[in-house]
């Protein structure tokens, strides 16, 4: 539900960006930000963020030979 509604966000931001053509530099900021909380969030749910429970976890496998 979140990412539904960042967006959306993004796109009133970007679609304001396009036909109001003022403020154009704060509201690329903001859909700079929006875009990096999406990313964020996305990240989160497929599991590459550190912490989480994905295929980028802290625990490895033991390789005979290799392990110490």
Request: aromatic share 2%.
């Amino acid at each position: 539900m979140l990412m539904v509604a960042l967006l959306l966000a993004l796109l009133t931001v970007l679609v304001m960006m396009i036909v109001l053509r003022r403020w154009t530099g704060r509201l690329a900021s903001l859909a700079t930000l929006i875009a990096g909380a999406i990313m964020a969030l996305w990240l989160a749910e497929v599991g590459l963020l550190p912490g989480s429970k994905g295929p980028l976890t802290g625990e490895r496998p033991l390789v005979p030979g290799l392990d110490r």
